[in-house]
């Protein structure tokens, strides 16, 4: 079965950056979609970002485009996240998550079949 392990979270200032990643084990990177999801209490699960097996497009939530980075290293077999310019609704456990249905497009709203543990990001002053 594919697990999913993901470091990285820490405490942030405003403005500043972090790096995420998602160690896969079980599988190929080249099987699945995978998504980024965050968790913060009193909230809903919100999607952050996912990226496409076969054509490596990424799909960003509109909260995070153009401040966070998806991509992936099949050879180390991680998925990452780079954050950048964050802020305190940032703040929640970050999720990395496998989907084996065979999408045209990766979509945040899609089944995901394998999920990590989460690493937790908090952002404060």
Known sequence: QVQLVESG???APPG???RLSCVVSGGSLDSYD???FRQAPGRQREGVACITRHTGKVYYGDSVL???TFSKDNAK???YLQLDNLNPRDTGVYLCAASSRLYTQCTLNGRY???GQGTP???SS
Request: proline share 0%.
């Open 9 to 11: 979270g820490a405490v």
């Open 16 to 18: 500043g950056s972090l």
């Open 34 to 36: 995978f998504g980024w």
């Open 66 to 68: 153009g401040r966070f």
């Open 77 to 79: 077999n991680t998925v």
């Open 113 to 115: 079949d394998y999920w």
């Open 121 to 123: 990001v908090t952002v």
